[in-house]
């Protein structure tokens, strides 16, 4: 009951900034932050488990699962999104975003979103996913295309309007490379930096139509329930300078969480095999 009497002794840009935060804050709460950055500690784990059996041969074991556990821990993981969210985001304003998401629409696409990542764990709800993607994927890039649904040319519009396939392949690319002078750096891999750019750049393709298909398959299954114009409405909000904010501040939050992840399982795996061969 007190702090409600500090704003005042505040300076007025002091005061203005701590609002500003607040509301950053508010906006970040109604966009499912946390629920997200759980959801992506749960496919870090599995991730983790993965790697331990493709890079150490199965023989992590617990002193492994431990060190997943340690990099992958939600609350760093938050703090680093928020903190990341809240810088780039800048001095835009978020009440036209806020409005939005307080709306049904918006809480209704959240909802959405978070229901589908949650989703995706499962591998064969994703493959089912990707298969209804592969199916219109040829009508997409027929050199003449056919009418595609309006739905899915909503969808369309909703990533070109975010530049989603292209961020999202700047970001793993990124995630990749830190990933390798992990490896480096922990002693396990011995690679010149204009080398690890020329492998993680002759990925470029792959990650590319990856990134694509998986995009497409996810926000096709996610957005399913929505109407057309619903998407376009949200497509239209991502090419206002608020919502160009946002979408610029979610890549760089993420973008610096997945650098920083990446980076830590690098040196982790490259301590494991130096440990393995002692």
Known sequence: MFLGLLAPLLPPAQAKGAQDNDRISHLMDL??????????????LAYGGELGRDMLAGQGGPVWDRQVDRIYDEAAMSELVRAGFREAFGAADPEPLIRFFEGDTGRQIVALEIAAR????DEDIEETAREAFRRVAADMDAPSPRDIDPHLSAIEAYVEANDLIGFNVMGAMNANMLFYRGLIEGGALEMSEGEILSDVWEQEDETHAETREWLYAFLMLAYQPLEASQISGYADLSLT????AMNRALFTAFDAMYGTLSHALGLAIAAQMLTEDL
């Open 31 to 44: 966009m499912g932050m946390d629920e997200i950055v759980l959801i992506m500690r749960e496919e870090g």
């Open 241 to 244: 300078p608020p919502g160009r």
């Open 118 to 121: 949650r989703a995706f764990m």
